[in-house]
């Protein structure tokens, strides 16, 4: 996709300039969220928020956004484009920079997802190699305006989500085993229906190399999609079931998977109330401050299902129309969502309906991420 620089660097710093109140600029980084989202009239942009629903930034997107990368040092944000997009913006919630857009190469595309290295040095993508059909993790330097300087194979087709683990030398990539190309079905269209294959591979960051990997057996019609890592490294994993894909219909498969090192993928067994809030596909999954709890969404279902990472075990399900969003909340166990609706609630793992925080005109996009913890 060709982006218009001098219209969109216009409508970027209009954006950057906007007003904020004091108690917004002096505001913790920690209770500060962002996501994508688009307008009433249309237009998309990415936002860092209060739980109120109060914006301290926002930056026009020349299109719509996906998910957002935080640097774990200086709390600069990324956000990249849904796939098959190309580009990716940075900025800040001070605003102390004006708003950076860069693009994966003429042969690639973003699938959405990014994170930081620990010192912040680094930005790794989730991208598509879509002439080769594989998988790749883009690395671009952060501190020379985002210039591609590498990649390494994910060891998969279709990378979508990834996190690093605990010490930050090891990356755990959800695999969705999708095989897309821009130039069928706006890049969307799943070009490999009979025989996907979706997997969870760890890579060592410095090499490339992969260290492990654990794959759903092909031909089913399940794709891996979105992870959080917890504070032991036990990684919390949703997937989808692929439409039109065999066994799609009427299919029973587990949604949420957990994850230790050397150990075999462990399927959340979902009860019918939970798999009815989940209708086959999962949004966003998230990990609450201490580590314990997990939530996953699904905007299709209007539900969210959190459960102990440890044992699996449903805690509640709430409902929420076309709830996606989802993040670690200000105390353990709570988490603040957004919905497709405008909608910012807050969560907790006891039973009762969601608490609602704020309601806006902006349509809230899939992922909302906590800029600190």
């Known amino acids: 996709m060709a982006i218009d620089r001098?219209?969109?660097?216009?409508?970027?710093?209009?954006?950057?300039?906007?007003?904020?109140?004091?108690?917004?600029?002096?505001?913790?980084?920690?209770?500060?969220?962002?996501?994508?989202?688009?307008?009433?009239?249309?237009?998309?942009?990415?936002?860092?928020?209060?739980?109120?629903?109060?914006?301290?930034?926002?930056?026009?997107?020349?299109?719509?956004?996906?998910?957002?990368?935080?640097?774990?040092?200086?709390?600069?944000?990324?956000?990249?484009?849904?796939?098959?997009?190309?580009?990716?913006?940075?900025?800040?919630?001070?605003?102390?920079?004006?708003?950076?857009?860069?693009?994966?190469?003429?042969?690639?595309?973003?699938?959405?997802?990014?994170?930081?290295?620990?010192?912040?040095?680094?930005?790794?993508?989730?991208?598509?190699?879509?002439?080769?059909?594989?998988?790749?993790?883009?690395?671009?330097?952060?501190?020379?305006?985002?210039?591609?300087?590498?990649?390494?194979?994910?060891?998969?087709?279709?990378?979508?989500?990834?996190?690093?683990l605990g010490q930050g030398r090891v990356l755990v990539v959800a695999n969705g085993g999708l095989k897309e190309h821009p130039d069928f079905g706006g890049g969307r269209r799943v070009l490999n229906l009979e025989a996907i294959e979706t997997s969870l591979a760890y890579i060592d960051i410095a090499t490339g190399d992969l260290l492990e990997q654990h794959a759903i057996p092909a031909g089913g019609a399940l794709s891996l999609r979105h992870l959080e890592v917890a504070r032991d490294d036990t990684v919390v994993l949703g997937g989808q079931i692929v439409s039109g894909a065999p066994g799609a219909e009427g299919r029973t498969q587990s949604l949420i998977y957990r994850h230790r090192r050397q150990k075999p993928l462990t399927a959340t067994v979902l009860p019918d109330e939970a798999a009815a809030a989940l209708s086959g596909y999962v949004s966003s999954v998230s990990v609450d401050r201490d580590g314990l709890i997990a939530a996953a969404t699904s905007s299709k279902a209007g539900g969210v299902v959190i459960f102990e990472i440890a044992t699996g075990q449903i805690l509640t399900i709430k409902s929420l129309e076309d709830v996606s969003g989802v993040a670690s909340g200000k105390s353990a166990g709570d988490f603040l969502v957004t919905s497709g609706m405008g909608t910012i609630a807050n969560l907790t793992p006891v039973s009762g309906p969601a608490e609602l925080t704020a309601t806006s005109n902006w349509n809230w996009d899939n992922h909302t991420v906590r800029i600190g913890r």
Not at 17 to 38: F, H, K
Not at 58 to 74: E, F, M, Q, Y
Not at 93 to 113: N, V
């Open 6 to 164: 001098r219209e969109f660097l216009f409508a970027s710093s209009a954006f950057a300039t906007l007003a904020m109140s004091p108690a917004l600029a002096r505001a913790d980084p920690a209770s500060l969220y962002a996501a994508a989202r688009r307008g009433s009239d249309g237009r998309y942009s990415a936002a860092i928020f209060s739980p109120e629903g109060n914006d301290v930034n926002s930056v026009a997107l020349p299109a719509r956004g996906h998910d957002i990368a935080v640097c774990p040092v200086t709390r600069r944000c990324v956000v990249f484009a849904r796939r098959p997009g190309n580009f990716a913006t940075a900025f800040r919630a001070d605003k102390s920079e004006m708003p950076l857009t860069f693009e994966a190469p003429a042969d690639r595309h973003f699938y959405g997802h990014g994170v930081f290295s620990h010192d912040g040095r680094l930005l790794y993508t989730t991208e598509n190699d879509f002439e080769a059909g594989r998988g790749v993790i883009g690395i671009y330097d952060a501190t020379d305006g985002f210039r591609r300087i590498g990649e390494f194979a994910s060891h998969g087709i279709g990378p979508h989500d990834m996190a690093l």
